[in-house]
């Protein structure tokens, strides 16, 4: 588990950059921010969006129960 500091500016990019930093991650390719409340989990697409804007969403549907996690994305094989 990492605390990240974060205001009401701190982008999804900046998050992300922190937690890669945090764990020494030399190659973030292929890794995301995902957001999880109980069975649902959301992919966050690292950019300009605020955390705090998407963790806005999850508070409307009175769900306060929520995780972030930094994981490795896996895509299926395009097919030819």
Request: hydrophobic share 45%.
């Amino acid at each position: 588990m990492v605390d990240i500091p974060i205001h009401s500016q701190t982008t999804i990019a900046d998050v992300f950059q922190f937690l890669t930093e945090k764990i020494n991650l030399n190659e973030s390719f292929g890794f995301g921010l995902f957001l999880s409340t109980g069975q649902n989990i959301r992919s966050l697409v690292v950019g300009g969006e605020r955390l705090m804007d998407a963790l806005a969403l999850i508070e409307e549907q009175n769900n306060f129960d929520w995780k972030l996690y930094l994981r490795k994305e896996l895509f299926l094989p395009l097919e030819k």
